[in-house]
């Protein structure tokens, strides 16, 4: 049937009309017409289109949702989606400038943009020829997630750019976020519904972009803000960031009213300081100020390091701290059988989320606290660092009330560990100065549990959907006895327990199967060999290249293997001359787990080979695991103790006898910030 031009030019119109009445409401706050209106042009459009099968990607009507997908697909960025370094003050502020000039070889003061720090996902938004083609999480920064599907149901975000030419690609970076009074309705809404409320904005947030139903992405309000771009092709973009945010803005793409461009440093501290008195009043989260360089060629002279841009650095700003109870104490069993006090809270907000346990580390951290259950204390939480108890509240009259203004009790409980596994009932056994362990080994099911928990998790097999609670299920009932069990698993057992269903069973038991094809290090990070983590795993698959060299290496090899030290030399030899352990590896691989081969590192010289460093203590502006892989590419090993051949240690806060004992063997100790000044001039 021949479709009339009135009718295309009036669908034309109608999607032009409604996409900019979005930006005018979602973007920009402003809404020019009642939602009788806008809802009024939506329907006319859904009639036409349904009626001419004129229906497009890039229609508004398609931000409905749509049936759910069985999986993510992974997204390989382009050009890599970096985490920014960190700044608490304005020592460091000043320090990240003082290294752009010397990087730059010249005194002269650089022109900045500054934004807030969105408390949100990071997202990539890639428009063909003006078309949005595909969303992706950030992931680990080179590979992310498909969420093409529910990014299309956020209203901010335009389906298609006004663009000039016909033939473009152009990479869109921003923070998809939840918005205090969204979240505010979203909760009254839930509460008027009987069903569970939601605990903060940004795991709300979280939790919506990666749904496989994106019908119920479109339920929540998520907002997205710009704050780059990445690959563009066939587009004339300005040579300013502040400029490009202009540009961005004009295509209807949704850009942070408070950004700001600032002249030198000491103005971007200024902006920095007005964005935290109005930190209450912004009507989102945020953690935080972003500053970056605002010229790109400027940008690209300077570069990037290991893991983030040289050219810009997030202020962070100061921890959040609330007083709240310890109800009670318990005793968790992690995968190798160690026992972890864990404090359970009288729930309290604090630094965006609502925190009701934190863990006690072990029982030096409790003395050390001078810790009792019924204490009340302060915890404090700053961005994504996990929350912890820095003191406890000393009352001498008033007894503290809970938020129930009931009194608490003036008696408090000591904390002590307990004899006997909670888990198992088998003897609880001291290992070494601090740690206490379960000594039933894998008879324990909680060690079993957990064990299960690591080998299936993303950074080991990445089994999709077998979650904790579910292999819980699985080892209560019997249906695996150990990680090898994963590979016993039908379709007819899983479809058996309660509220699985064939689907659901035949998703898992696909993903498990996908699991098999996997590498060599992630391979024997999952296997869970004592204190051996990601690097180490890829430092030995480095090293021997094959599972069978490793096996058979003795003690004094291991020692040779970059950040493999003698004690975790022991317990990777101990690990594989175990008969149950050789036997374990036999049926994973009989069942079809593999790896393509490994090519050995050469052991070529590097700027810190032979040099040995501590990491103790907490760091807070690089995981530590990041830490470690940066020193081990620079050819560094990391040793776990504090030798007189150890070269450097790296003291984070709450450094404690490790740091004692470099003073007095007066080894060189840098602190977090030297300690990231160092990396980023040797990459």
């Excluded at 004129?54 to 985490?83: C, D, W, Y």
């Excluded at 002279?301 to 050219?311: H, I, K, T, Y």
């Excluded at 003036?410 to 003897?427: D, L, N, R, V, W």
Aim: overall charge neutral.
């Amino acid at each position: 049937m021949a479709i009339p031009d009135n009718i295309k030019g009036e669908v034309i119109r109608l999607r032009q009309q409604i996409e900019h009445h979005n930006h005018l409401y979602h973007s920009l706050d402003s809404p020019k017409i009642p939602d009788a209106d806008y809802d009024s042009l939506l329907a006319r459009l859904e009639l036409l289109e349904s009626k001419y099968n004129l229906a497009t990607p890039e229609s508004p009507t398609q931000r409905a949702g749509s049936a759910p997908i069985s999986k993510f697909a992974q997204v390989n960025h382009e050009q890599a989606m970096l985490s920014l370094d960190k700044v608490f003050n304005e020592k460091d502020l000043s320090e990240f400038e003082n290294r752009i000039a010397k990087r730059l070889d010249s005194d002269e003061k650089q022109d900045y943009s500054c934004e807030p720090k969105v408390d949100g996902v990071a997202v990539s938004l890639l428009y063909r020829n003006g078309v949005l083609e595909r969303a992706a999480t950030r992931g680990d920064g080179a590979v992310g997630e498909d969420i093409t599907h529910n990014v299309k149901t956020i209203r901010c975000i335009p389906l298609r750019l006004d663009l000039d030419t016909d033939d473009s690609l152009l990479e869109v970076r921003g923070e998809i976020f939840l918005g205090k009074e969204s979240f505010r309705q979203l909760n009254i809404r839930a509460e008027e519904e009987g069903s569970k409320t939601f605990v903060n904005p940004r795991n709300t947030a979280a939790g919506a972009v990666r749904q496989l139903d994106s019908r119920v992405t479109s339920k929540i309000p998520l907002q997205m803000y710009c704050y780059s771009v990445g690959v563009v092709q066939g587009i004339e973009l300005p040579n300013e960031l502040s400029s490009i945010f202009e540009k961005l803005a004009s295509w209807n793409l949704p850009v942070n009213p408070h950004r700001a461009k600032r002249h030198g440093m000491q103005n971007c501290l200024a902006y920095c300081l007005e964005l935290l008195a109005k930190r209450n009043s912004l009507e989102y989260e945020i953690d935080g100020a972003v500053v970056k360089i605002n010229n790109l060629d400027t940008q690209e002279m300077l570069g990037v390091n290991a893991r983030s841009p040289r050219w810009a650095m997030a202020y962070k700003f100061p921890a959040e701290e609330k007083s709240t109870v310890v109800l009670d104490v318990e005793f968790q069993v992690g995968r190798t059988g160690t026992i972890t006090p864990v404090a359970r809270l009288e729930p309290v907000f604090v630094g965006g989320v609502t925190v009701s346990n934190t863990t006690l580390h072990n029982m030096n951290e409790i003395r050390r606290l001078n810790l009792k259950i019924g204490d009340r204390v302060v915890v404090r939480r700053a961005g994504d660092v996990i929350p912890k108890i820095v003191k406890v509240i000393e009352f001498k009259s008033n007894p503290a009330v809970n938020s129930s203004n009931k009194k608490l009790k003036e008696e408090t409980t000591k904390i002590i560990m307990p004899i006997f596994c909670p888990a198992c009932g088998s003897p609880i056994e001291k290992d070494g100065e601090v740690l206490f362990r379960c000594s039933a080994g894998v008879a324990c099911p909680a060690q079993r549990k957990e064990a299960i928990k690591h080998y299936a998790s993303r950074a080991a097999m990445d089994i999709e959907g077998l979650g904790d609670k579910l292999i819980e299920v699985f080892v209560d009932e019997n249906l695996i006895e150990s990680v090898a069990g994963i590979y016993q698993l039908s379709v007819k057992k899983v479809a058996k327990l309660e509220r699985m269903g064939k689907k659901s069973a035949e998703n898992l038991i696909a993903a498990i199967d996908e699991s098999k094809q996997t590498t060599l290090p992630k391979f024997l990070f999952a296997l869970g060999i004592r204190e051996v983590g990601e690097a180490k795993a890829l430092s030995l698959a480095n090293y021997y290249g094959s599972l069978e060299k490793l096996i058979a290496s003795e003690v004094e090899s291991l020692e040779e293997v970059p950040d493999i030290g003698p004690v975790v030399a022991e317990y990777i030899h101990r690990f594989f001359a175990n008969p149950e352990n050789l036997s374990l590896i036999e049926k994973l691989q009989l069942y079809g787990v593999n790896w393509q081969k490994v090519e050995v590192i050469a052991n070529t010289p590097k700027p810190l080979t032979g040099k040995i460093f501590v990491l103790t203590g907490t760091l807070e502006m690089i995981p530590r695991n990041i830490a470690k892989a940066n020193l081990i590419a620079l050819g560094a090993k990391v040793s776990s103790s504090v030798s007189k051949n150890t070269d450097y240690v790296v003291a984070g806060s709450s450094a404690g006898s490790k740091l004692s004992k470099a003073k007095e063997l007066g080894i060189k100790i840098l602190d977090e910030r030297l300690f990231l000044v160092l990396l980023d001039d040797l990459n």
